[in-house]
């Protein structure tokens, strides 16, 4: 009887730790976990008003119109929206607004093609009776429904559409929370690039944007170590020579210029990687070097890239006086 007691006591203490242990895990991921600005949304089916609605970060007030201006609505159950985060992160909360007496689902996809159940939204879930209602899974936030647990999973894509209910459906905004997932950064390392191409006008060799030497910081932007140029069209592309996971980014350019930095996997299709703005930096004039890695020196803070696959990375300048220079472009990753 003793032995007995002792084996339940034990059991009751392991049972009472893991439970301690993963109601501590789901604080600490809700506690990291931020908003993931999505980076692209598209809509299959037939639908009303822009997608792009689904990710501005406004709602309408509870209980609103659900063919309000402020929503997309639709009438058929295979209409769908696909939300792209831009890279592999750990999804660990939703926040949405849909019609509130409906039914809806959503899934995610680490490769845009094979889907999971991540969330069932039901018509009786919620507050609001008739239009609009708010919910989240979100523990500390004020729309949170009690019932509703989501365990966090590593996704890219996340899927929303309607399973039932009167055939007229509706979403105001879907918001995902994360962070990024499997980033390693520890074991990222410089990628050396397979070669570097340009189209337009420019001066000075283009191999100097990926020898791996960065000039002094306040260098003259049309010194022999720069590659410059005066034409917006002007762009360089630079192929690392297979897929990689992109997670960090070193550059040193004219400090008073902006550019953009975009990735592609095909060198067809580009997408958004990094935004460097006039006043990014601490060089007043001349090149200044920058980078996306927290523990380098040249950090920049207000940077960041969600790790993203990519073989071809594009530096272009957006805006400035029209003398733009960058000496060295350093991507930083793992392979795929």
């Known amino acids: 009887m003793k032995k007995l007691h002792l084996m339940f006591h034990a059991f009751f203490i392991i049972a ?18 931020k908003l993931i ?3 692209a949304v598209e809509g299959e089916g037939i639908y009303n008003n822009r997608i792009q609605l689904l990710i501005d970060g406004q709602m309408p007030a509870e209980g609103s119109e659900w063919d309000g201006d402020f929503c997309v609505h639709w009438e058929y159950t295979e209409t769908f929206f696909v939300f792209d985060l831009g890279g592999t992160f ?14 809806y689902q959503i899934d995610y996809s680490l490769d845009g ?3 999971f159940p991540l969330l069932t939204i039901n018509a009786e879930d919620g507050e609001v009776e008739s239009g609009m209602d708010t919910m989240s899974t979100v523990i500390d936030d004020p729309e949170n429904i009690p019932d509703w647990e989501l365990s966090p999973v590593e996704a890219r894509y996340i899927k929303i559409y ?17 962070f990024l997932a499997l980033s390693h950064e520890s074991e990222s390392k410089i990628i050396r690039p397979e070669k570097v191409e340009a189209s337009g006008n420019y001066y000075n060799n283009i191999d100097l944007i990926i020898d791996g030497k960065i000039p002094p910081e306040g260098s003259e932007w049309n010194a022999d170590s ?23 980014i070193i550059v040193q350019v004219d400090s008073n210029d902006a550019y953009q930095i975009d990735f592609s996997l095909d060198r067809e299709e580009y997408f958004p990687l990094l935004e460097i703005k006039d006043g990014d930096g601490d060089i007043e004039s001349g090149m200044d070097t920058m980078s996306s890695i927290p523990d380098n020196l040249e950090f920049v803070s207000d940077w960041e890239i969600a790790a993203v696959g990519a073989r071809y990375i594009k530096i272009y300048a957006t805006g400035g006086n029209g003398a733009y220079s960058v000496s060295e472009l350093q991507i930083f990753g793992m392979p795929r």
């Open 37 to 39: 600005r999505p980076r």
């Open 90 to 103: 750990q999804v660990t909360g939703i926040l949405l607004q849909v019609d509130g007496d409906d039914d």
């Open 226 to 248: 720069c590659v410059y140029w005066e034409d917006p069209e002007t762009f360089f592309i630079i192929d690392l020579g297979g897929a990689f996971r992109i997670t960090g």
């Open 162 to 178: 309607a399973t039932e209910g009167n055939n007229a459906y509706s979403v105001s905004e879907v918001q995902v929370f994360g």
């Open 113 to 115: 093609e094979e889907y």
């Open 16 to 33: 009472f730790s893991l439970i301690s242990f993963t109601l501590a895990l789901n604080s600490y991921q809700e506690s990291e976990s």
